[in-house]
Structure formats: C-alpha cells, structure tokens
C-alpha cells in the first residue's frame, strides 16, 4: 500500500495518481514482471510485456482508464510467456485490421455481445492506460500528454525503506544530475554511496527517459507544495487558538471562523495533492505524502484537543477515541512498510475481497472522509452557536461517517497486518 493512499481524507482516483507519481523508472529497483512497454495512439493498441524468466498467469488482471470507464479484462488463464508480449487492440473495430504493425499474439477488445470494439481507448480526455493485476493493484501505467510524449510508471516491487537515505541517493539521477561520488554523514557511520555517470536500467529500453512534465512547473509544485501544507499546519494552529481564547471573541466571530478554517484546511489538503501530480521526482512524492500523512494526524490531534477543551465531561472518552483513530492509522502505515503487497499472491480470499472493494468504493470512501473531518468542526460549533439546531442535526447526520471511516481504515489494514505476521511467525516456526 502506498503511503499517498492512507490520507484521513481520501480522495481515491486523486490520491491513486500520486501514488502512480511515485512508480518512476529512474529508480534503482527491481520492478513489476508485467508491464506496459509500448502503446500506439493512432493505432489504438497496448503491449503488454513480461521480461522476466518466469511465466505470468494474467487472469484478472485489467487495463483500464484513469475514471475507470474502459475496463478489458484478460481472458482466464491466459499465460504470458517469459520474455513475450501481447498486444492489445483497444478498438480493432475503430480501423481496418493492420497485423503488419501489431506483435503476435494479440488480443481484441471486444464488447459484451462479442461484437469488436469501436470506441477509442486513448482520447483528448482520456490519455492514461492503467495495468491492474487480479487484487486491484496498480502495477504499471502510461500517460501520454498533448505533445504526443510518454510517461512510463512501473510499481515498485517492494515497499520504501530507507527512505531519507534513498532520497540522497536517486534524487541526483532523478533530476537529470551526473555526479560521480557523494557522501553521507552520521553520528555513527560514515556511508560512502559511489553512483556511477552512466547506470545501467533493468530494462534497457527505458534509457534516460524523463518524466515529460515541464520543469517549471515541477520546480514551482516543489516550492509551493510544502508551503500549502505549512497553511494546513497555521490554521488548525489557529483553531485551536481560538477555541482556548474563546472568551475574548463573540460567539458570531467564533463561528465565522471556525467555518473558515474548516475551509481552508480542506482545500488546502486538496490543492497539495494536485500539485504533486506535477512533480518529476517520485522520491520528492513519497517524502510530500509522508509529511502529508503526519499533519493528517497533527490536525487531528488538534482537532481532538479543542473537542477535549470545549467538552471537559467527555475529555477521556475523547482520549480514547483518538488513541483508537491513530492507532488503526499506525497499524496501516506499519502495514504498507512490510512487504504486504509483495506478497498477494498468496492473499487469503478475504483480503482479495478487500482490496477489490477499496479500489471500486470511491465514491463511499470520499464521502465518509470528508464526513469525519467535518464531524469534529460541526462539534467545536455547537457550544457557541446553542439556539440553532442546525449544528446538532448535522453532526448527527456525520457520526455514521465518521464511523464508517473508520471501520474502513480499519478493514484496509489490520486483517493485512495481522495475515502477515501469522505469515512470518509460521514461516519462523516451520
């Protein structure tokens, strides 16, 4: 699991290209065995490659678009030889059949009736093909923008670890840099890391491809990015300012703005994401959705505080609650840090059923995040607006949200957590 995609407040097709924004082939790791190796925009057509020495069962495995309304699924128990390739002809109804420009085999996309598809896979507004494997999870993607130019994403084939050492390391090569040595100074060791001017890639075709995002716009998201996030940290600073120091306000300014704060602290939590998609660097992704996650917790706990302060009666049963919040969300980021991904292949079937459930439920899942944060605003609203009932309505409108937020952090990460370290003390056992 990706750490763009344990936000408190998830916006899934949003938070799912960040994590795409993290798949980049300029770092040194062995990536995926299928892949997307070529595509073809006129002629409509995706290969599909597998370099490794080993075959692919491709059975459930899905191409699809960024809004998910194009989905071809593989046939069952079609195999992908190692070091083979398959083409896959998104409209072979849109063109006459040209098998001169097409690798054999090849597989038609056809519609439910049989019929063969003449609809354009790749359009001005759809310029993306996502490979997902049989669990929902994103392995490779390609995006072509207006220019006509690529950008490959290949997954990781095991999480991040080391990641600030990492980030010395490949963010040199990541940016275009040629350096031949660098070294990193500790309290305890002295890492002397050598990166060679010309490093060989596990595929070779991939050569000194870059992201083909405009460098001005990568280096002005890079700026401004941790600066929206700096807002996100003032504002729930001035929240819970606010609330210690209500009685030098009236009740009418209290409510302004507090109802502006929630504001801003949602459309800044918005706006940091969206810059980030226009970032070269993966390394410089995954440390922003990390910090990201940190201040999800930061302004909960803020949050949790000023509820503590406002409601002294209810100050333990508070404390539980967001110990109880921010240990699921520990559990999920210890989750996605061991390997649980790599291993789904061998996924019970009731971790299968989660993972395909998370990726269809957008919809859902935005709602009840959106819900818990704005359960905790509509709380800190009541005490200083008592006559109205609007408040009181609302916030019982949210509490199946928040609840059903929960549950879903919950549902996403335990079982995982659990499955795996049953996992490793059998296989210590054995």
Known sequence: MNIALLRRVRYPRLDRKVARGTHQICHQSVMQRVYISRVDVQKQWIVIANPTDGSVDLSGYIITSTDGRQTFR???KYTLLSGDEVTVWCAPGWIALDTDNLLQPYLFWTTENGALRDTPFFTSSSSEAILLDSFMIEIASVRIDSNGNLSFRVRHSRSIRGMFIQA????????????????????HTHLRWRILARRVYIFSRYWNIRSDLSLWKHLSCTFLA??????????????????????????GQLVFSLVLYALVILWVDWAARCLCLFIKSGILVSLLSFTSVLLDHIVNWGLFSSLARLYPQHATQLTRLWRLDIGISF?????????????????????????????????????????????????????????????????FSLIPSYTLALLVDFIRGVPGLIWWTQTRLLRKGS
């Open 168 to 187: 010395m390391h490949e963010i040199p090569r990541c940016l275009g840099l040629r350096m031949k040595n660098f070294k990193v100074q500790s309290a």
């Open 331 to 395: 559990l999920n980021l210890i989750a996605s840090q061991v390997d649980v991904i790599r291993y789904r292949t061998k996924w019970p079937p009731t971790l299968v059923f989660i993972s395909r459930w998370d990726y269809r439920l957008d919809g859902f899942i935005c709602a009840n995040g959106i819900g818990r944060v704005l359960l905790s605003f509509v709380l800190l609203l009541l005490p200083f607006d008592p006559t109205s009932d609007h408040f009181r309505w609302i916030g």
């Open 226 to 251: 941790p600066i929206l996030e700096t807002l996100r940290l003032l504002s729930i600073r001035n929240v819970w300012i606010l609330v210690h120091d209500s009685e030098r306000h009236s009740s």
């Open 74 to 76: 593989f046939p069952r």
